[in-house]
């Protein structure tokens, strides 16, 4: 079983719309959720990092952690075509890092 | 603050060459990684150096070396190049238990 699955979509919608990406993880050793966004062609940048459950705002973002059930989201609010990259979750404890194959997400203008 | 650089940006070798790709990172940040990112695989953990002085295998470290030269550079080499190791390469550091900070990747061509 991978540390980190997430659903590699593609998901496409139109913009203004809420986008919910989500991951399940196996270990509950895991001490910090995180999200990454990455343009075609460019590194990951971190857009998100919360420690406990519940959740975290910043701006349209919105990630949410249920460590009960192992599960870690990220909500889009109004969408813009900017938006469009790779989502990627990531999971860590200690020194070791553990990624989403991440969720490709067109927003349509 | 360059935050996290590599070099090359990209790179075409032939079956059997060695490289070395460099890092180098100026956030004072104890632990860097190698990355290769893959379609379909996500990223997947070469080695890692916790800190200065110190280097581990990660999920995939066959046929890749790591030298943690000093706290702000990691290198990754490629001995004998093989057409599998054709990828996308990440470096990245990180404070212990916090978040990670990515270069802008290698791209790497084995003919």
């Known amino acids: 079983q991978k540390e980190v699955e997430q659903d590699p979509g593609p998901l496409s919608v139109p913009e203004g719309a809420i986008v919910s990406l989500n991951c399940t993880y196996s270990?509950?050793?895991?001490?910090?959720f995180m999200w990454y966004r990455q343009y075609s062609r460019k590194g990951p940048e971190l857009l998100m990092y919360?420690?406990?459950?519940g959740n975290k705002e910043d701006g349209r973002f919105t990630a949410q952690v249920d460590k009960s059930s192992k599960y870690i989201s990220l909500f889009i609010r109004d969408s813009q075509p900017s938006d469009s990259a790779t989502y990627l979750c990531?999971?860590?404890?200690?020194?070791?890092?553990?990624f989403g194959t991440g969720t490709s997400l067109t927003v349509i203008p | 603050n360059a935050g996290v650089t590599q070099t090359p940006k990209f790179q075409v070798l032939k079956t059997g060459q060695s490289m070395t790709l460099q890092c180098a990172q100026d956030?004072?940040?104890?632990?860097m990684y190698w990355y290769r990112q893959d379609p379909g695989m996500g990223l997947r953990l070469i080695y890692y150096?916790?800190?200065?002085?110190?280097?581990d295998k990660g999920e995939v470290p066959n046929g890749y070396n790591v030298s943690r030269l000093n706290k702000r550079e990691f290198s990754l080499r490629l001995e004998s190049a093989a057409p599998s190791q054709t990828s996308v390469y990440f470096c990245?550091?990180?404070?212990?238990?916090?978040?990670?900070?990515f270069g802008p990747g290698t791209r790497l061509l084995v003919l």
């Open positions: 990245a550091s990180s404070e212990a238990l916090r978040v990670g900070r």
């Open positions: 270990n509950s050793a895991f001490q910090y």
């Open positions: 919360t420690y406990s459950s």
């Open positions: 990531a999971v860590n404890t200690g020194n070791q890092f553990y």
């Open positions: 956030m004072n940040h104890n632990s």
């Open positions: 150096s916790a800190s200065e002085g110190t280097t």
